[in-house]
């Protein structure tokens, strides 16, 4: 899908085309990354999950003492859709909050005024059940506080940045011997019909999509193990798939190692098939539309 700037940006209290959306060079977001993010779906212009975006976007802005000063989400949300023309598309809410604008200290200011940017873009979230895409396997770089959804990306977009240069869209990440996440996405094995994953924490994102995945688990009688799984455990994995909330589930057909790479099939494996099936029964339950 072509990537384009979305119409209108909601910008601190205005919606304005984005040309105009303009904000100061001493904003904290810019010089510092002191800022928060969230992205929500929606299909057919229908929010889905909101209640958990938005829990887990007033945990982020808590875990880094942020204040908007924003009460309605609910209501900015839904007219972000409307501003893009979207209410009939899949799409995503892309919200960001930053600690403002302030003389450049690393602690925070007294007092600021945060900058809210909140806009709805169109995205491709049919037809995930068809892909089997490559991954590469790279060192996880990133801070021990990945549980919170920060602007300050950079270890992420390095990881992907390498990933792409080889071709893949996304990576897998190691650190201290475990498989965490991937550098947009959460990740899960499957081994003797049982799902695994890292536990949330410090070293993964609470990915929105892997909570619904291991609640979908439990409701079906499938086995979840919530563990991180070492690398010498993975010749016993059967089934690689990465989830998000615009990956949604996608199955992983080759790990590229720097020496090696780990196939998985010629077909997405019978696990990773059911939960997608699920997964899509689940969307269309909750918003009550086909996708
Ligand atoms: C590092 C990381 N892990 C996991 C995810 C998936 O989270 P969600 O399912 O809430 O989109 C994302 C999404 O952007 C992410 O950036």
Redesign the pocket.
């Known amino acids: 899908m072509k990537l384009n700037y979305p119409k209108k940006v909601y910008l601190n209290g205005a919606w304005i085309h984005p040309e105009e959306a303009k904000i100061s060079v001493f904003d904290r977001g810019f010089l510092f990354g002191d800022g928060i993010y969230e992205?929500i779906p929606f299909y057919k212009g229908k929010l889905f999950l909101l209640t958990e975006?938005l829990d887990?976007l007033r945990y982020s802005l808590k875990e880094v003492e942020l204040k908007c000063g924003i009460t309605n989400f609910e209501a900015l949300i839904s007219k972000s859709i409307e501003e893009a023309e979207l209410e009939k598309e899949d799409g995503a809410i892309y919200i960001q909050i930053t600690r403002g604008m302030a003389p450049r200290t690393h602690h925070f200011p007294e007092n600021y005024q945060a900058t809210v940017l909140m806009y709805a873009y169109k995205a491709k979230l049919d037809n995930f059940q068809y892909k089997f895409i490559d991954t590469l396997v790279s060192t996880d770089l990133r801070w021990h506080r990945?549980d919170i959804?920060s602007v300050s990306l950079m270890a992420?977009i390095l990881a992907n940045t390498e990933a792409k240069k080889e071709g893949f869209a996304e990576n897998i990440m190691i650190r201290d011997g475990c498989f965490t996440?991937?550098?947009?996405?959460?990740l899960f094995f499957v081994k003797n019909e049982t799902v695994y994953t890292h536990p949330n924490g410090p070293f993964?994102?609470?990915?929105?999509?892997?909570n619904l995945l291991i609640k979908l688990c439990k409701a079906n009688n499938i086995e979840v193990v919530e563990r991180a799984l070492p690398v010498s455990e993975l010749d016993m994995a059967t089934e690689v798939f990465i989830?998000?909330?615009?990956?949604q589930i996608t199955a992983i057909k080759n790990l590229h190692f720097p020496d090696k790479i780990l196939n998985f099939g010629e077909e997405i494996g019978k696990i990773t098939k059911k939960l997608q099936g699920l997964f899509i029964d689940e969307v269309e339950k909750q918003i009550g539309v086909k996708i």
């Open positions: 992205v975006h887990r990945c959804k992420n996440e991937g550098s947009h996405s959460s993964i994102l609470p990915g929105i999509t892997r989830t998000g909330t615009t990956t």
